[in-house]
């Protein structure tokens, strides 16, 4: 019975979106965010449903094989603690930010003022259910399939406003994921060619060597979605879609695909040779230390955020990595860092882009003395900048501090290992002193000119900022205490 | 009454129509008498095939007539599911399309009675060619669909128009004479080895006689086949006629053109290649089709990027599409072969229906230079949505239909160890994506022009491209199960296997179907 509930409900989590991107194409603008919300709200709940039910539930993981060609599993569904969680966060940040947008698409909007179309309603909503998707997906050729229709919204959505550098910045992002999709397409051959079938579970029967490729091919891809070298130059680009969808890309989506399908493979292939460990880790040293320093230019708040993400996403490899030299504990810090890392980071951005909205602009150096002129934005903007830095009592210190515990605790008597982790830290370090820095400028003081003549902000903006900011706080409880 | 004559039915019907509407005046006779008999002739064709196909599939037995000369199996059925289908689809569209134009101007009386009696005779030609069991008769019926669609490739008489449909002429008939050499070759050998030498010509007895034959011969045999063959379906070397013509006929001819005909060329080639495997064993043939189809998927993909004409584009996108198929069966297995013949299928609709769609483009703006179209999606919504669909499913995005003869050809590839081939491949699928979002964020959005009149095309115009939509999704979605029974059946027609459940009993495809049975909708990636 109740697998039959949580089937049921990942399916109206998936398909229901779909369904409704079609009609609204089909349907008058003016019910378009009407419908999107409607359904996202439905979708949410179905997650959410999904959560309560495999809570209730003794068994630790379901798995329903939803289409099956003979004894072959193509399509299917795993319920498990990671899937659950993440397909909850992540279509449930898809409605928060879907409520968001329509305050922000407006002709009160001072960076960008114009009606939403159909397009950006009926993709965004698409990509919820896509979302939830890849995460239920217990098959390789399942994650593909999701994995490719992320792709398309992501292009329709970040060459939105239509220009010849969003639509180069979209293509961009496009083809570098489809070079790194090749990576998955080659994967399910192998897989199949190896084991005869596409169950994700089977990769723990596989021998050593063939499993070291699988995973390798599946890195590639991962790291092609989840913008890490040698793919990150999409995601600076993509800065150039609307705020909301930027929002979604780096907090709960697109970057975070890879990141999702990592953790699936990586909990189900069983004893991992050293050699993908390796592989991952040096992968997420190397772009850690890239992106730190690409910080320290950034003017422009977004493409900032831009290059924190990739750092972020570097931590979750990074305990990925040392999962596989035998620490669960940076496993599960990672699980947990996508979590809290979608929350915060989706906040982030929703405040760049109410301080565009309000204030026409979101350069730092023109923005000083926020938190007297809009309280709100400016608690936000402190919430995330923290939890993004890492600092207690927010969620991020939570999740990174259990990747570095379980890092050093695989790495210890490793000196290699260890120095990598030290590196990483000294780079958390740094970066927490580098958002403290860009807080004190923003935050405190007389407001700056643009932003004393702020206008007021749309009120499901700040409904979307009251949850956020509540879950920034609590996320990581919520996570550490399912996770166990 | 016998089966069997239903075949000749079914290729008397468009003969037929033709030979009435070559006779009757094209200034006297009102043009709704060539409609009428157009409609009547397309639809009976559905008629007659559908029973046909589904006959030699339930009874699992091919089926012939006239001595042997006309023969139909599981694997020409794919073939006449495709013309037949796509024949009723085009053909409705063209009703529309061509009154716009005599409307317009572009063509008159003459020419559109022209259209649809060389319409009809191009469809009596490519079902000659697929129902053919003599491999004389294959390449005489090759050559005719050239000469056929000369005429309708030239239709508009303009200049550009005049000059390739003489490339095409020159190109084509240069490319299938060495078609003509390997038939000879294969003849000639198989009237030493065969007892009763009137045999040598059909097919079916070349298949059973080819392991005797001799070895040397076979080879340059086959590759003068695919060579010559090939040009008809658009491989490299001899592909260059093909982006003038397809783009310079009407659209609806470069829907079957594209969609259909070149797909029967790859069923010649289908059968030379069971004749090939059957006598050489299979290295030889599929290191041929392997190298042709993976520079025939390059160079294609590289000038898809680079065109700026939109039904030039496309064209070349068949270019490379063949080049996939011909891939699919040099990666052999019966996984390969069956993605070979689902991507004929599959993209025989989608490209169908994109050229179908750059028509209504052309009726709409007047140019198929992407440069000056532009907000397709203001002029003419469903148009534009119907074109979205087109391309995406063109780059081969799920759900839609091209994406599982690709994951099929992914996985037969890597399972037969040509990983390269593959990666290329998949390169080659990233500039393909690239030029048709292009395409889309280009043409399809952006501002449209002021004085452009916003209102979208007519019912009869958007209905059949509607259909096709539909089938891409419906294939991409839930394959049906009749479909996936007819690609197998032929799968074990290329492989010479008796079993018809080739694909059930593979040692590495078994799992799939152990079951036993497929349902129908069960099918779903």
Known sequence: MSVFILTTGALIAIVLPLLTGLFIVMCPQKAARVLAIVAGVIATAATLIIWCGLAASPEEALRVSLVTIGKVEVIGFVFDRISVMLAACFVGIGLLITIYTVGYLNEGNREHPDLPRRRFFAAFIVFIGAMAGIVYSSTLVGMLVFFEVTGICSWLLIGYYGNENSERSALKALILTQIGALGLFIAVGYLFAAAGTFEVSAIASLSDFNKAVLLILILIAAWAKSAQLPFYMWLPSAMVAPTPVSAYLHGASMVKVGVAVMARVLAEAGAIPEVVGWVIVVGALA?????????????????????????????????????????????????????????????????????????????????????????????????????????????????????????????????????????????????????????????????????????????????????????????????????? | MHVSLLMIFLLATPLTASLLMAVLPSRSVSTLVFEALHAVSVLTIVLLAGYLIITVLRGGEPIDTLGGWFYLDALGSVFVFLISALGLLTGWFSLSYLRHDLKAGSIGAVQFKQYYTFFNLFLFTMLLVVLSNNIIMMWISIEATTIVTVFLVGSYQTKLALEAAWKYIVVCTAGVAFGLY?????????????????????????????????????????????????????????????????????????????????????????????????ALGPAF?????????????????????????????????????????????GFGGPLGIAAALLHCVMHGFTKALMFCISGNILMKYGTRSLKKISGIVQVAPTTAVLMIIGLFALSGFPPLAMFIPEVMAFVAGVSAGYVWIVVILGLALALIIAAFMLVVSRSVFRKAPEQLQKKDLGFMILAPEVIMVVVIVWFGVLMPGPLLKGVESATAIVMQQPDQNVLHNDPLLKDFFAAGELSGSNVNE
């Open chain 1, 287 to 484: 772009t850690l230390l890239f992106s730190f320093f690409m910080y320290l230019p950034q003017k422009d708040m977004k493409r900032l955020l831009a290059f924190s993400t990739i750092s972020q996403i570097s931590y979750m490899f990074l305990g990925f990595g040392f999962f596989v030299f035998g620490s669960d504990l940076a496993f599960e810090g990672s699980v947990m860092h996508i979590f809290n890392h979608a929350f915060a980071k989706t906040l982030f951005f929703l405040i760049a882009g109410a301080f565009s909205y309000t204030m026409g602009t979101r350069m730092f150096p023109r923005l000083r003395g926020v938190l007297r002129k809009q309280p709100l934005l400016g608690v936000g903007f402190a919430v995330a900048a923290l939890a993004i830095a890492g600092a207690p009592p927010l969620n991020g210190f939570f999740s990174k501090f259990a990747i570095f515990a379980g890092s050093f605790e695989a790495a210890s008597g490793n000196w290699l290992l260890l120095a990598i982790v030290v590196v990483a830290l000294i780079e958390t370090v740094a970066c927490f002193a580098w958002f403290l820095k860009w807080i004190g400028w923003v935050l405190p003081g007389e407001p700056s000119d643009e932003v004393a003549a702020a206008a007021p902000l749309p009120k499901t903006m700040g409904f979307v900022f009251v949850v956020l900011i509540i879950f920034t706080v609590v996320s990581s409880f919520i996570a550490a205490a399912w996770l166990g």
């Open chain 2, 182 to 278: 390997g038939t000879l070759l294969i003849y000639a050998n198989a009237a030493e080895v065969l007892l009763d030498p009137a045999q040598a010509v059909l097919w079916t007895s070349l298949v059973g006689a080819a392991p005797q034959f001799d070895a040397m011969l076979i080879q340059i045999a086959f590759v003068f086949a695919v060579v010559g063959f090939g040009t008809k379906a658009g491989l490299f070397p001899m592909h260059t006629w093909l982006p003038d013509a397809h783009s310079e006929a009407p659209s609806p001819v470069s829907a079957l053109l594209s969609g259909v005909l070149i797909k029967c060329a790859v069923l010649v080639i289908i059968r030379f290649y069971i004749i090939a495997v059957a």
């Open chain 2, 285 to 329: 043939p599929q290191l041929v089709m392997l190298i042709i189809g993976i520079i025939s998927v390059v160079i294609a993909s590289l000038a898809v990027f680079s065109s700026d004409d939109l039904k030039r584009k496309l064209a070349y996108s068949s270019v490379k599409n063949i080049g996939v198929v011909a891939l699919c069966l």
